[in-house]
Protein backbone atom coordinates (compact mmCIF):
# COMPACT_ATOMS: atom_id res chain seq x y z
CA UNK A 1 0.00 0.00 0.00
CA UNK A 2 1.21 3.32 -0.66
CA UNK A 3 0.09 4.82 2.25
CA UNK A 4 -1.82 7.98 2.23
CA UNK A 5 -1.02 10.33 0.38
CA UNK A 6 -1.04 14.41 0.41
CA UNK A 7 -0.93 17.11 -1.95
CA UNK A 8 0.63 19.59 -2.95
CA UNK A 9 3.59 18.72 -0.68
CA UNK A 10 4.46 22.58 -0.58
CA UNK A 11 2.10 25.47 -1.05
CA UNK A 12 2.91 29.07 -1.36
CA UNK A 13 -0.07 31.62 -1.90
CA UNK A 14 -1.19 34.93 -1.23
CA UNK A 15 -3.31 36.16 1.96
CA UNK A 16 -6.90 36.06 0.43
CA UNK A 17 -6.66 33.42 -2.22
CA UNK A 18 -8.49 30.32 -1.83
CA UNK A 19 -6.68 26.98 -0.91
CA UNK A 20 -7.33 23.32 -1.64
CA UNK A 21 -5.86 20.64 0.25
CA UNK A 22 -5.89 16.87 -0.88
CA UNK A 23 -5.90 13.85 1.06
CA UNK A 24 -6.26 10.09 -0.44
CA UNK A 25 -6.55 7.68 2.78
CA UNK A 26 -5.71 3.82 2.96
CA UNK A 27 -8.22 1.74 1.08
CA UNK A 28 -10.06 0.52 3.98
CA UNK A 29 -9.69 2.70 6.56
CA UNK A 30 -13.25 3.99 7.66
CA UNK A 31 -11.71 6.55 9.34
CA UNK A 32 -10.10 10.17 8.20
CA UNK A 33 -8.66 13.29 10.02
CA UNK A 34 -7.22 16.20 9.53
CA UNK A 35 -4.77 17.62 11.53
CA UNK A 36 -2.68 21.36 11.77
CA UNK A 37 0.84 21.58 13.31
CA UNK A 38 2.55 24.79 14.34
CA UNK A 39 5.19 25.86 16.57
CA UNK A 40 2.93 27.54 19.26
CA UNK A 41 0.09 25.06 19.55
CA UNK A 42 1.58 21.92 18.45
CA UNK A 43 -0.53 19.18 16.54
CA UNK A 44 -4.07 19.59 16.59
CA UNK A 45 -7.22 17.62 15.30
CA UNK A 46 -9.24 20.19 12.46
CA UNK A 47 -12.09 17.78 11.62
CA UNK A 48 -12.40 13.59 11.10
CA UNK A 49 -14.53 12.01 8.75
CA UNK A 50 -16.08 7.99 9.78
CA UNK A 51 -17.67 6.61 6.41
CA UNK A 52 -17.24 9.72 4.63
CA UNK A 53 -19.61 11.28 7.10
CA UNK A 54 -17.73 14.59 8.99
CA UNK A 55 -18.28 13.56 13.13
CA UNK A 56 -16.43 16.17 14.86
CA UNK A 57 -15.36 19.19 13.47
CA UNK A 58 -14.85 21.44 16.46
CA UNK A 59 -11.50 21.63 16.02
CA UNK A 60 -11.74 24.01 12.61
CA UNK A 61 -10.67 27.00 13.66
CA UNK A 62 -13.32 29.39 11.98
CA UNK A 63 -15.92 29.55 8.91
CA UNK A 64 -13.17 29.88 6.33
CA UNK A 65 -12.32 26.03 6.67
CA UNK A 66 -14.32 23.77 5.39
CA UNK A 67 -13.75 20.07 4.44
CA UNK A 68 -15.56 17.41 2.71
CA UNK A 69 -14.99 13.49 1.68
CA UNK A 70 -17.38 12.82 -0.90
CA UNK A 71 -15.87 9.12 -1.83
CA UNK A 72 -13.71 6.80 0.70
CA UNK A 73 -10.83 7.63 -1.06
CA UNK A 74 -10.65 11.39 -1.18
CA UNK A 75 -10.89 14.33 0.84
CA UNK A 76 -10.15 18.07 0.37
CA UNK A 77 -10.04 20.73 3.29
CA UNK A 78 -10.55 24.06 1.99
CA UNK A 79 -9.63 27.10 3.07
CA UNK A 80 -10.57 30.55 2.22
CA UNK A 81 -9.88 33.49 2.19
CA UNK A 82 -6.38 32.22 2.94
CA UNK A 83 -4.55 34.51 5.95
CA UNK A 84 -1.02 34.31 6.99
CA UNK A 85 -1.39 32.79 10.14
CA UNK A 86 -3.44 29.83 8.37
CA UNK A 87 0.49 29.15 8.20
CA UNK A 88 1.77 25.80 9.18
CA UNK A 89 2.11 21.97 7.94
CA UNK A 90 -1.51 20.15 7.75
CA UNK A 91 -1.61 16.66 7.91
CA UNK A 92 -4.05 14.23 7.03
CA UNK A 93 -4.05 10.42 8.41
CA UNK A 94 -6.68 7.79 8.35
CA UNK A 95 -7.45 4.80 10.49
CA UNK A 96 -9.14 1.23 10.35
CA UNK A 97 -10.40 2.42 13.40
CA UNK A 98 -7.54 2.27 16.63
CA UNK A 99 -4.09 3.06 14.89
CA UNK A 100 -3.75 6.44 13.21
CA UNK A 101 -0.92 6.51 9.75
CA UNK A 102 -0.29 10.19 8.55
CA UNK A 103 0.57 11.10 5.23
CA UNK A 104 3.62 13.32 4.74
CA UNK A 105 1.99 17.13 5.36
CA UNK A 106 1.14 19.79 3.34
CA UNK A 107 3.27 22.86 4.14
CA UNK A 108 1.47 26.04 3.77
CA UNK A 109 2.89 29.80 3.63
CA UNK A 110 0.45 32.06 3.27
CA UNK A 111 2.49 35.26 2.40
CA UNK B 1 -9.47 16.44 29.06
CA UNK B 2 -6.71 13.95 29.96
CA UNK B 3 -2.97 15.61 30.88
CA UNK B 4 0.11 13.82 29.36
CA UNK B 5 3.23 14.65 30.55
CA UNK B 6 6.12 13.32 28.22
CA UNK B 7 10.05 13.42 29.46
CA UNK B 8 12.16 14.59 28.74
CA UNK B 9 11.30 17.50 27.06
CA UNK B 10 14.95 17.26 24.86
CA UNK B 11 17.76 14.85 25.02
CA UNK B 12 21.65 14.83 23.70
CA UNK B 13 22.98 11.40 23.28
CA UNK B 14 26.19 10.34 21.60
CA UNK B 15 25.84 7.43 18.98
CA UNK B 16 25.86 3.85 20.24
CA UNK B 17 23.89 5.55 23.48
CA UNK B 18 20.19 4.10 24.87
CA UNK B 19 17.72 5.95 26.42
CA UNK B 20 14.01 5.52 27.77
CA UNK B 21 11.24 8.46 27.18
CA UNK B 22 8.73 8.60 29.21
CA UNK B 23 4.91 9.58 28.77
CA UNK B 24 2.46 9.49 32.08
CA UNK B 25 -0.69 9.78 31.92
CA UNK B 26 -3.39 11.78 34.42
CA UNK B 27 -6.52 9.06 33.31
CA UNK B 28 -6.57 6.06 31.57
CA UNK B 29 -6.16 6.43 27.83
CA UNK B 30 -6.68 4.24 24.68
CA UNK B 31 -5.18 3.60 20.94
CA UNK B 32 -1.56 4.64 22.64
CA UNK B 33 0.62 5.33 19.38
CA UNK B 34 4.37 6.11 19.67
CA UNK B 35 5.50 8.63 16.52
CA UNK B 36 8.78 9.71 15.40
CA UNK B 37 8.73 13.12 13.68
CA UNK B 38 12.24 13.16 11.40
CA UNK B 39 13.64 16.69 10.52
CA UNK B 40 12.03 16.29 7.51
CA UNK B 41 9.04 16.61 9.20
CA UNK B 42 7.13 13.56 8.34
CA UNK B 43 5.57 11.62 11.31
CA UNK B 44 6.28 7.73 11.22
CA UNK B 45 4.04 4.94 13.40
CA UNK B 46 6.75 3.86 15.52
CA UNK B 47 4.41 1.09 17.79
CA UNK B 48 0.56 0.87 18.22
CA UNK B 49 0.68 0.32 22.23
CA UNK B 50 -2.35 0.55 23.95
CA UNK B 51 -0.84 -2.47 26.43
CA UNK B 52 2.20 -4.86 26.98
CA UNK B 53 5.61 -4.70 25.50
CA UNK B 54 6.85 -4.58 21.57
CA UNK B 55 10.09 -4.54 19.60
CA UNK B 56 11.16 -3.36 16.21
CA UNK B 57 14.89 -3.41 15.74
CA UNK B 58 16.73 -1.11 18.17
CA UNK B 59 12.69 -0.05 19.14
CA UNK B 60 10.70 -1.24 22.12
CA UNK B 61 7.69 0.00 23.87
CA UNK B 62 6.04 -0.96 26.96
CA UNK B 63 2.50 0.55 28.37
CA UNK B 64 1.54 -0.26 31.87
CA UNK B 65 -2.21 1.07 31.30
CA UNK B 66 -2.99 0.29 34.95
CA UNK B 67 -0.11 3.25 35.71
CA UNK B 68 -1.48 5.12 33.35
CA UNK B 69 2.43 5.54 31.60
CA UNK B 70 4.39 4.69 28.41
CA UNK B 71 7.95 4.08 27.79
CA UNK B 72 9.57 3.97 24.70
CA UNK B 73 13.66 1.92 24.43
CA UNK B 74 15.92 3.30 22.09
CA UNK B 75 18.98 1.24 22.00
CA UNK B 76 22.50 1.56 20.13
CA UNK B 77 21.25 5.06 19.19
CA UNK B 78 22.17 6.14 15.56
CA UNK B 79 22.20 9.72 13.85
CA UNK B 80 19.08 9.29 12.36
CA UNK B 81 17.18 8.70 15.01
CA UNK B 82 17.44 12.67 15.55
CA UNK B 83 14.20 14.12 15.83
CA UNK B 84 11.08 14.09 17.83
CA UNK B 85 9.19 11.58 19.53
CA UNK B 86 5.50 12.26 20.37
CA UNK B 87 3.13 9.49 22.61
CA UNK B 88 -0.35 9.77 21.55
CA UNK B 89 -3.32 8.34 22.60
CA UNK B 90 -7.12 9.00 22.69
CA UNK B 91 -9.57 9.24 26.06
CA UNK B 92 -12.94 8.23 25.32
CA UNK B 93 -13.93 9.16 21.79
CA UNK B 94 -11.36 9.15 18.47
CA UNK B 95 -9.28 12.30 18.99
CA UNK B 96 -6.20 11.76 19.10
CA UNK B 97 -3.89 14.00 21.67
CA UNK B 98 -0.43 14.41 20.88
CA UNK B 99 2.19 14.56 23.96
CA UNK B 100 4.68 18.04 23.56
CA UNK B 101 7.47 15.51 22.19
CA UNK B 102 10.56 14.86 23.24
CA UNK B 103 13.69 16.36 20.95
CA UNK B 104 16.28 13.88 20.39
CA UNK B 105 19.75 15.23 18.79
CA UNK B 106 22.17 11.95 18.04
CA UNK B 107 25.65 13.23 17.94
CA UNK B 108 28.84 11.67 16.38
Known amino acids: DAGVIQSPRHEVTEMGQEVTLRCKPISGHDYLFWYRQTMMRGLELLIY????????DSGMPEDRFSAKMPNASFSTLKIQPSEPRDSAVYFCASSPGGERYFGPGTRLTVT | GIQVEQSPPDLILQEGANSTLRCNFSDSVNNLQWFHQNPWGQLINLFY???GTKQNGRLSATTVATERYSLLYISSSQTTDSGVYFCAFTGGGNKLTFGTGTQLKVEL
Open chain 2, 49 to 51: IPS
Open chain 1, 49 to 56: FNNNVPID
